[in-house]
Nanobody, 115 residues
């Protein structure tokens, strides 16, 4: 069992920045992929960014060039640096830890972009 704890969400003005953190109770290198997802009210959960065990990253088209996913293996933590935030980025952001045998989710952290 892996527990994930997200932090770093909040209220920010358009154009601002936030950094989300996701701390795992186990080694993040045991995951095939770690990802950040988001879910806005009335919408389906969508993949925002992911990083594979070997460090390859992937981003949704809507966040390319603005968001950066990174990790600190020693701290078993992944991050999502979000710059140039837009109102449409408002959502609950979830961390995901995926292996062939299990799929773990954090509790989510709210990000609100509003003036």
């Amino acid at each position: 069992q892996v527990q994930l704890v997200e932090s770093g969400g909040g209220l920010v003005q358009p154009g601002g920045s936030l950094r989300l953190s996701c701390a795992a109770s186990g080694s993040i290198l045991s995951a095939n992929v770690m990802g950040w997802y988001r879910q806005a009210p009335g919408k389906q959960r969508e993949l925002v960014a992911s990083i594979t065990r070997v460090g390859s990253t992937n981003y949704a088209d809507s966040v390319k060039g603005r968001f950066t996913m990174s990790r600190d293996n020693a701290k078993n933590t992944v991050y999502l640096q979000m710059n140039s935030l837009k109102p449409e980025d408002t959502a609950v952001y979830y961390c995901n830890f995926y292996t062939d045998r299990a799929d773990y989710w954090g509790q989510g952290t709210q990000v609100t972009v509003s003036s």
